[in-house]
């Protein structure tokens, strides 16, 4: 199994910009499809991004469609979430996780998780 460890999160401003990464060990996720989940107090964990094993494919939620992207750098073992124009309402505990897959079928199935970094989000 993967471990991943989140980090990077902070309390920033309303239409700030973060980036938080999730470095992996115990194995190369280079085969990998790898992903950023979050989640608010009192609501349900939900998708973020997710991106294919060579990043050539990008996947996001529609609330962060244009101002999130997410990356990887396979000979790092990382992955990011750069986030721009942070909304109180991006406001959660961000996850990185990780799936096997020879294809994408959706959010679903990530078997691996990190532990979660923090990200605030004032007014």
């Known amino acids: 199994q993967v471990q991943l460890a989140e980090s990077g999160g902070a309390l920033v401003q309303a239409g700030g910009s973060l980036r938080v990464s999730c470095k992996a060990s115990?194995?190369?996720?280079?085969?990998?499809?790898m992903g950023w989940f979050r989640q608010a107090p009192g609501k349900d964990r939900e998708f973020v991004a997710a991106?294919?094993?060579?990043?050539?494919?990008?996947y996001y939620e529609d609330s962060v469609q244009g101002r999130f992207t997410i990356s990887r750098d396979n000979a790092k073992n990382t992955v990011y979430l750069q986030m721009n124009s942070l909304k109180v309402e991006d406001t959660a505990l961000y996850y990185c996780?990780?799936?096997?897959?020879?294809?994408?079928?959706?959010?679903?199935?990530?078997?691996?998780w990190g532990q979660g970094t923090q990200v605030t989000v004032s007014s």
């Open positions: 996780a990780a799936k096997s897959a020879v294809g994408w079928t959706g959010p679903q199935n990530f078997h691996s």
């Open positions: 115990g194995r190369t996720i280079s085969l990998y499809y």
């Open positions: 991106i294919s094993w060579n990043g050539g494919s990008t």
